[in-house]
């Protein structure tokens, strides 16, 4: 199931709809185990609307936590060229993720007069592998790298042994969509440069492919918010 194009809101409209939100960065650590389903969506953005995205992701992500949807964990993450913002939302299988895209379909028609995003794709995937320290913590000062391939999550999980073996590797997982939404890996290392020497190796390219350096695939991360389970 995936769905594209969706627009958010600005900042402020979570005030006019009476949501209570801290958007302060920061959270506890995030977790997300093996098995569980999760929403993700990315938005791409203008650099200037980096900031009014990220609110408007928090505030989706409170309300959908706060309603019938029961949502579960939650991160928000934004790029480190601040292009692109990234939420991962934990909810309850198929049918906790038709509650929740139908929710967010709502609030985004209402508010369709202050789009910020230049689209957003938004799409079912299930946690198929973690290896090392997977939290995603918004005080941490690892290199988080948000990766998204189109090959199988069976053939990606294989490099689990050659990460854990990877100098100044600290976690990662791996996501596998629900239909042909490809792979999603999302790994953290001591060191960005660390990330890109094992992604330059033999076995990661083999199980990922050779990046594209368009920044359209593979882009670094920062957690700037995280949501525990109520």
Not at 25 to 53: H, M, Q, Y
Not at 54 to 67: I, M
Not at 156 to 165: K, M
Not at 187 to 215: K, M, P, V
Request: net charge negative.
């Amino acid at each position: 199931m995936n769905a594209e194009d969706r627009a958010l809101p600005r900042t402020h409209e979570d005030r006019e709809r009476h949501t209570l939100v801290d958007h302060r960065a920061g959270g506890p650590p995030a977790a997300f185990a093996t098995g569980s389903w999760l929403a993700i969506g990315i938005a791409r953005v203008k650099a200037e609307r980096n900031d009014a995205c990220v609110s408007a992701y928090e505030t989706l992500v409170e309300k959908a936590r706060t309603s019938n949807v029961h949502a579960g964990s939650a991160a928000v993450l934004a790029s480190d060229n601040e292009r692109r913002v990234v939420v991962l939302v934990g909810v309850r299988g198929h049918d906790g993720f038709r509650h929740l895209a139908a929710a967010w379909d709502d609030h985004h028609r209402n508010a369709q007069h202050r789009v910020i995003a230049e689209s957003v794709s938004f799409a079912l995937y299930e946690v198929a592998a973690a290896i090392g320290a997977v939290e995603i913590d918004p005080s941490s000062h690892d290199a988080y790298v948000y990766e998204h391939v189109e090959r199988p999550v069976e053939r990606v999980a294989d490099l689990l042994s050659s990460l854990g073996a990877t100098p100044e590797f600290r976690g990662a997982l791996i996501f596998g969509g629900d239909t042909t939404t490809g792979t999603v890996v999302l790994s953290r290392f001591e060191h960005s440069a660390a990330y890109t020497t094992f992604r330059s190796g033999r076995d990661a390219i083999n199980a990922l492919g050779s990046l594209s350096g368009s920044g359209e695939t593979s882009f670094g991360v920062h957690p700037r918010k995280t949501f525990a389970v109520h």
